[in-house]
């Protein structure tokens, strides 16, 4: 079993929980309120900017020319998607990114990400990242397969359950296993740790975008 099944064993329960989730359902029968969507693409627009910012830290602490192209060029991508989903996505509502804030999953998420990725080590690092590409593409493949009467959310599905997306996670999954072979048993467990924590984020952000969440009012 390769580093990446490994990975995935230890998160079968959340993965089985997000797609369960009713933002999920929404998405694939249409009953997904306008107003949720739109709020999630708007956090979405902030947690890609960040996340791209992640990227290019673990870009620098790649030990080959190879992976730090690679974790640099999907930092870009992460920027490209965000202006052109997002716009194509919200600007037709006349919905900007505008003066937003992230709400408190995002901004806990993209801050957990950003400690990960500075304090703890590149295979970590790894770690961490890797649930935002690869739980995406699986949830993506599998809302394609059911689809939705909804274009703007068939729109969002096809961007994440196509191939064009799928050969990027399939990068990041075989830079995964060959770094897992060459880690001790203990850093092992702190990559399963961080890819445990991650995946739990990416529960909250679509728990997130159906609540709608927002900070306390004082």
């Avoid at 960040?50 to 640099?72: G, H, K």
């Avoid at 196509?162 to 999954?173: I, K, P, S």
Wanted: net charge negative; with cysteine; charged share 20%.
């Amino acid at each position: 079993m390769g580093f990446c099944d490994e990975l995935w064993d230890g998160i079968t329960d959340i993965y089985d929980a997000i797609l369960a989730h009713p933002f999920l359902a929404g998405l694939t029968d249409g009953s997904l309120p306008g107003e949720a969507f739109d709020f999630y693409l708007v956090q979405d627009a902030l947690y890609l900017k960040d996340y791209a910012r992640t990227l290019a830290v673990v870009a620098t602490r790649a030990p080959s020319a190879a992976e730090t192209e690679m974790f640099a060029r999907h930092a870009a991508e992460a920027v490209a998607v965000e202006q052109e989903l997002h716009r194509s996505l919200l600007g037709e509502l006349g919905v900007t990114v505008t003066g937003a804030t992230p709400a408190p999953a995002n901004l806990a998420y993209t801050s957990y990400l950003l400690s990960a990725c500075t304090l703890g080590s590149y295979a970590e690092g790894v770690g961490a990242v890797l649930p935002c590409y690869w739980i995406y593409w699986e949830v993506g493949k599998a809302l394609l397969r059911r689809g939705s009467p909804e274009p703007r959310y068939q729109r969002w599905i096809d961007t994440y359950g196509g191939e064009e997306f799928g050969a990027t996670v399939r990068e990041v999954l075989a830079v995964t296993d060959a770094l897992g072979a060459l880690l001790s048993a203990g850093e092992r467990q702190r990559v399963r740790e961080r890819f445990r924590v991650t995946s739990r984020y990416e529960w909250m952000f679509w728990d997130m975008g159906y609540r709608m969440e927002s900070w306390p009012s004082f």
